[in-house]
């Protein structure tokens, strides 16, 4: 594999599967060692996410105007200085034709409703990608409600049917009425969906013109 494509600092996605569920996490390569890739364990909420030695992963990345993702092994996990995995890649980089995978961190207002009772409450996106968001509120959710997004995105305001998928609160936080919710788009014509990854492109170049490797 061409190591050539990775720098220290840059930012990847690692995807996971669990069952019939596919997290996805920013990281980041904090170094490459014996053609392996050191990078950092993903959180999930203020805990680290338990990923398995020797399970397998897909690592996605940005390049150009394209993204890419190879298959990958755990192969050791240290967690000191920082808490890191060691991956080695077990397939070449695959161009990526779904652009609705990729995400990026953000702080966007968004104004959520419950598609059983109508009522509205306030929110923020923390991270998006075409397929779905991170979003932040003091209203208590649950796995599996169906609510519609207000998004606002470049002075255009999307509607966008989600449903929670998973839901979790930091009781450690100084916020601890704060829901954490991870929503999947819900039946996403495919115009809107293109509004958001433009979004998401337009930002992945800002980053790079400011210098941040992705």
């Known amino acids: 594999m061409d190591y050539t494509t990775f720098q220290v600092g840059m930012k990847v996605n690692i995807e996971i599967e669990r069952g019939d569920v596919n997290f996805f996490f920013p990281s980041k390569v904090e170094d490459i060692e014996l053609g ?44 000191t200085p920082i808490p890191v995995l060691h991956v080695k890649p077990a397939s070449p980089p695959i161009k990526n034709q779904r652009r609705d995978f990729f995400r990026i961190k953000v702080t966007l207002k968004v104004k959520i409703s419950l598609l059983d009772t109508g009522e509205w409450a306030n929110g923020y996106i923390k991270d998006i990608s075409g397929s779905g968001a991170l979003i ?79």
């Open 136 to 214: 932040t509120t003091n209203r208590e959710l649950k796995k599996g409600d169906l609510i519609n997004l207000e998004i606002t995105l470049m002075s255009k305001i999307l509607d966008v049917k989600s449903r929670a998928v998973r839901v979790w609160k930091e009781e450690q936080s100084q916020r601890s009425n704060m829901y954490y919710v991870a929503v999947q788009f819900v039946d996403i014509d495919e115009v809107k969906q293109d509004e958001i990854i433009k979004f998401v492109l337009a930002e992945q170049r800002k980053l790079i013109k400011k210098g941040y490797k992705l």
């Open 36 to 79: 392996n890739l050191v990078l950092d364990i993903p959180m999930k909420g203020n805990q680290l996410f338990h990923i398995g030695l020797n399970e397998s992963v897909n690592i996605h990345f940005f390049k150009g105007d394209s993204f890419y993702y190879f298959i990958g092994k755990v192969v050791s996990k240290k967690y």
